[in-house]
């Protein structure tokens, strides 16, 4: 596949899989009697796909002119990724004075499916640059 249809293909794969994933688990939290809401499901979805889309875009903008940087563009779209969640979701859920499990997958469910989204998208345009 050509390198011009990777951003199409990016952004493609990636709301696709962030809806199925939100709705699945919506649908698991609703069914075992916990509300999405809360855990505030949406906007950690959101989060996570607009920082996965300036990941994505700021490496594919800079793959020629900055192509050894590359790695550190993608580590540091990690790091803020990690500095928003502190800064937007994290005082929510620590309300409570702890970190449960669905607070953390509310969060690191979509984070991991953009991740490897990212890291393959990376890996494919540092072999074809």
């Known amino acids: 596949m050509k390198i011009r249809y990777y951003p199409i293909l990016f ?18 939290l609703k069914n075992n009697g916990h509300d999405p ?23 594919y903008i800079f793959r020629n002119k900055y192509r050894d940087l590359l790695g550190f563009f993608f580590l540091g779209g990690s790091l803020l990724k990690f500095a928003l969640f502190f800064i937007f979701l994290y005082p929510a859920f620590n309300q409570d004075g702890a970190l449960e499990r669905l607070e953390f997958l509310a969060f690191f469910v979509p984070y991991g499916f953009a991740l490897v989204l990212e890291t393959f998208f990376l890996v494919k345009l540092l072999n074809t640059v």
């Open 11 to 28: 952004i493609l794969i990636l709301f696709v899989g962030l809806f199925v994933f939100f709705f699945s688990q919506s649908w698991f």
């Open 37 to 59: 809401s809360s855990l505030q499901l949406a906007k950690s979805y959101l989060l996570n796909a607009i920082m996965a889309l300036i990941v994505f875009f700021a490496i």
